[in-house]
């Protein structure tokens, strides 16, 4: 489905713009499904409102309990991409997740690899974020640390603000040099956005976010993770108690309720 440079530049990269993937007819209907998880958030709510009074509505695992967000992870040509971009013959659904800041809400998504946050090993773990807005630098565009995903390296998760869930210190995790402080020592990658555009990147890809500073334009992200062949459980200390799965143990296959299986090849 994909050309050959792209699969290319998200192995080498760990992260690649898909532009217009995503048709209108989606981006209008999880755009609806937005509007009612702000109206009604579930049990795995993390938004909250800033000291400057502005809104972040973060949520997930919110594909349980909204057709349209089901749907999404499961019809949506996502499964099939993430298959041809890991290369994988099988994919399951890991989770869903909002990140909606509102005009405004200028606080940043701290730099991180998502994989520590996660109770999964193995390398075919990848998400796609995508935009519900026109995206750019000042409203908060998405960053990543070239090929960092190769890296190796753990980075302990911590609060993405101030209240936020606690993590326990994950077994050889380390913390997240200032990447902020050193940019130019880095290889940053970002891209633009129009709605329907989408970012797949690798779950041990180093990524952060500005914030929003426009107070003309919301920034809705929506992104879902899905897993290859290689991925098991972990149930060892440092991952978000609200993605666990209290079915499975350490090294057992992720096919489950919670992690169902969307696509085999
Ligand atoms: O949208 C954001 O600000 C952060 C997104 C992110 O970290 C993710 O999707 O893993």
């Not at 956005?193 to 929003?212: E, K, L, S, W």
Request: contains cysteine; glycine residues 10%; negative net charge.
């Amino acid at each position: 489905m994909l050309p050959a440079e792209t699969i290319e530049t998200f192995r080498r990269d760990g992260a690649v713009l898909l532009p217009g993937v995503i048709s209108g007819d989606w981006v209008a209907r999880v755009r609806e499904a937005i509007e009612r998880d702000i109206a009604e958030p579930g049990p795995f709510c993390h938004g909250y409102t800033l000291e400057n009074g502005r809104r972040f509505h973060g949520n997930m695992r919110i594909w349980e309990n909204d057709p349209t967000f089901h749907d999404y992870c499961f019809d949506s040509p996502l499964p099939a991409l993430a298959a041809d971009l890991m290369g994988a013959s099988r994919i399951t659904l890991f989770y869903d997740q909002l990140f909606v800041k509102e005009e405004g809400s200028d606080h940043p998504t701290r730099w991180h690899n998502d994989q520590p946050y996660w109770p999964v090993r193995g390398r075919q773990v990848m998400s796609f974020w995508l935009a519900l807005d026109e995206v750019t630098t000042d409203s908060g565009r998405l960053e990543f640390v070239a090929s960092s995903h190769n890296w190796e390296r753990w980075f302990q998760p911590e609060p993405f603000a101030p209240g936020g869930a606690e993590y326990e210190r994950g077994e050889n995790y380390e913390d997240i040099p200032d990447i902020d402080a050193d940019r130019d020592a880095y290889n940053l990658i970002g891209w633009d956005m129009q709605p329907g555009d989408v970012i797949a990147f690798h779950a041990m890809a180093v990524h952060g976010a500005g914030g929003n500073h426009r107070l003309d334009r919301r920034r809705r992200g929506y992104t879902v993770r899905y897993c290859g062949d290689d991925a098991t459980y972990f149930g060892g200390p440092g991952p978000n108690a609200g993605l666990r799965n209290p079915n499975l143990n350490t090294g057992d296959d992720l096919a489950s309720d919670q992690y169902p299986v969307v696509w085999t090849r």
